[in-house]
């Protein structure tokens, strides 16, 4: 039974809940659905949001509420790491026992299909709410009994980390084919991160009647929340730790804060990760503990790891990735490129213009990571989670997800010479000529135009080693020439910067020989 929300095995791995006073907007969103005040017919509400966006603490913090006030039904909290709770096998038994408890006259009933046939537990879910939980329920009304008072929420969560994705979709429609016939008046929270194929299942037409949505989104802002909970922790080990005598009174700073908070992002779990770091060890000062978390001191060694959650997160999340290194393609764009070349607002279509991708492939190739990037109706991208960035920059936290920033700048680069080759630049697509951004000169530094004759050979050998010069970029180098690129430059009125740039190109050219 460690499903349940109230479990000991829930409890030993510290369940998360809302901390008091913080997410009262969704929560009374909630039980104004569950009082039937709102949406009276949707006998499924489906709870989405970021990884890392609180969905398991509200959950558990609503199924505390309804068990106090008498309405909750049974729970089921999928874990993807706990044997017993990241499949399908245990849910309608776990769920029915639950049933049977909190309505006892249901038990002798749910005991009777168990005798008449034994093997039930190895048949489908479908069968399985029918005999343990839907016919029981029937029989019971049959006989004149009153569900009026009976409680009757359900709350599954953590959907997308139980085992297969048709499973996934399955239970969504088992449950509502279950319980649209029921004589008990059932209310079922499903929160689950907003997985493609689980949109899919949600957006099915047979469903819509029955259903209901709440986005962990904008319009439920967690940064009040997340900086009260913050707030209250520091409070908390300034008082409580072993070494608060040395904490000063004003740790840490309202800058602080405000400064843990934007990297939050609205997701909790960096809160989180920092608030359990910070204090958590009574050894050593939560001072400088938070200073390892913000990057102002290093770790003591390799056991000493402030971003451990966050690292198993992002690694659960990037494994599902089937083309990797399409992802880090964009992502590398996304988190180095654009922020230096202050490009905002970056689409999906920009995107697959700029990789010479076909319409809709960076779409599709951001697709599995719908719970920490997002592309709105305009395909606007945006990251959930601003402290990805710094995972992925990060190659021992990172491992084989790692972005190299002189790789990804080397693959721009020639991405940026394809353009000028086949002359396709317009003025938003001149990312690589020389302008007043210094970006520019550093990359053509790094980038040694090689169709010089004279150094053509000198040149690859030099950078043979550079991880800047990726195999994308030496290829895009041995098929552009310098008397191209100046006609690129004339036919764009911009001459003069072509002399300015050939001389960077000899001067650096020439240290690197000298140097070598």
Known sequence: MGATYNS????????????PNTRVAVINRLISWIRGEIDFGALILWLYGAAGAGKSAIAHTLAEMCEKYGCLLATFFFWKTAAERNDISRFVTTIAYQIARAIPALRPLV???????PMIFQQSVDIQLAKLIIKPIQHLHSTGFDFKDSPFVI???GLDECQSKDIQSGLVKSLAAAFKPSPLRVRILIASRP????????????LQSHLSRLALSDEYSADDDIWQFLEDSFNEIRREHPLAHYIPSSWPSTDVLRELTRKSSGQFIFASTTVKYTGGDPYELPTRRLDVIRRLQPPRGEEDLPYAELNLLYHHVLSKVRYIERVKQVLGILIIVD??????????????????????????????LESIIGCDGEGCISMFHASLSDFLLDPSRSDEFHLCRESILGDCVALGLRHLRQQELDDTRMLFLPSQEPIHRVLICHTFMPEYRLYSTITLGCISTDPFCTPRLREELSQLSLPTLYRVFELKGLGGDFWSLTSTIFEMLHDRVSHD
């Open 8 to 19: 000991l095995e829930r409890q030993r791995l510290d369940a998360p809940k809302c901390h």
């Open 111 to 117: 005991e009777t299909a168990v005798d008449v046939d």
């Open 155 to 157: 709350i599954v969560d």
């Open 195 to 206: 997985e493609v194929y689980l949109q899919s299942t949600f957006n099915l037409p047979s």
């Open 339 to 368: 922020p230096v070349m202050e490009t905002r607002g970056r689409t999906t279509q920009s995107m697959d213009d700029l990789l010479f991708w076909q319409p809709g492939e960076t779409k599709a190739c951001l697709s599995p």
